[in-house]
């Protein structure tokens, strides 16, 4: 099966946008749908980005997803950041096996 | 409102069963759009896939995990269970349940997870 790769931490100041990427191993990143999670300590993942870049209910328009193929990985942009974005982020794919990335961990300060 | 919730033991001694049921409330399991699947996290760690079910009694596992792991459904009781056999310090984890989506578009299947349940850590002892 692939695996996707993100990188471990990210930080970034308050109003300022930064991008997560999620980087797939193997096949095709537009063969399959990517999602994308927010996890605050000590709470359930929550979903942000569904379908690649479909916003989940009530997930404020500063929360944006892509696909590049030219890299092979999917993007989670943030914008405007705030310090209640600070969490840990998953991507998520499929093929045959569900597959989670590793989480990158977001600072905003 | 969907809501999931898990239940079971939270602390199992190694080499013995683990087990825990998922409740499912304001959504019926069975639904052909849907699976229902395990996910944990070990303690510090990321997001580990376990195994989707669907009412139809099909299932799906993490290869790394299949020959350990069972998951069932009861639609009379609207849960489904997880069974984990030989478990180490390793399985040690929170947790969760979520509902998966099943719908395919095309040969693309839409595969994300929501909503998950609170999550339930369980330990494995020696």
């Known amino acids: 099966n692939f695996m996707l790769t993100q990188p471990h931490s990210v930080s970034e100041s308050p109003g300022k946008t930064v991008t997560i990427s999620c980087t797939r191993s193997?096949?095709?990143?537009?063969?399959?749908?990517v999602q994308w999670y927010q996890q605050r300590p000590g709470s359930s993942p929550t979903t942000l980005i569904y379908?690649?870049?479909?916003?989940s209910s009530g997930v404020p328009d500063r929360f944006s997803g892509s696909l590049d193929s030219s890299s092979n990985s999917a993007s989670l942009t943030i914008s405007g950041l705030k310090t209640e974005d600070e969490a840990v982020y998953y991507c998520?794919?499929?093929?045959?096996?569900?597959?989670f990335g590793g989480g990158t961990k977001l600072t905003v300060l | 409102q969907v809501q999931l919730r898990e239940s079971g033991p939270r602390l199992v001694k190694s080499s013995e069963t683990l087990s825990l049921v998922c409740t499912v409330s304001?959504?019926?399991?069975?639904?052909?759009?849907?699976?229902w699947a395990w996910i944990r996290q070990p303690p510090g760690k990321g997001l580990e896939w376990i195994g989707n079910?669907?009412?139809?009694?099909?299932?799906y596992y993490n290869p790394s995990l299949e020959r350990r792991v069972s998951i069932s459904v009861d639609t009379l009781k609207n849960h489904f269970s997880l069974k984990l056999t030989s478990v180490t310090a390793a399985d040690t984890a929170v947790y969760y349940c979520?509902?998966?989506?099943?719908?395919?578009?095309?040969?693309?299947?839409?595969?994300?997870?929501?909503?998950w349940g609170q999550g339930t850590l369980v330990t494995v002892s020696s």
């Open positions: 979520a509902r998966a989506s099943s719908i395919y578009y095309g040969d693309i299947l839409s595969n994300w997870f929501d909503p």
């Open positions: 304001g959504n019926s399991i069975s639904t052909s759009v849907h699976y």
């Open positions: 079910v669907h009412y139809t009694g099909d299932t």
């Open positions: 193997s096949g095709s990143i537009a063969s399959s749908f």
């Open positions: 379908e690649d870049n479909q916003r």
């Open positions: 998520q794919s499929y093929d045959s096996a569900w597959v």
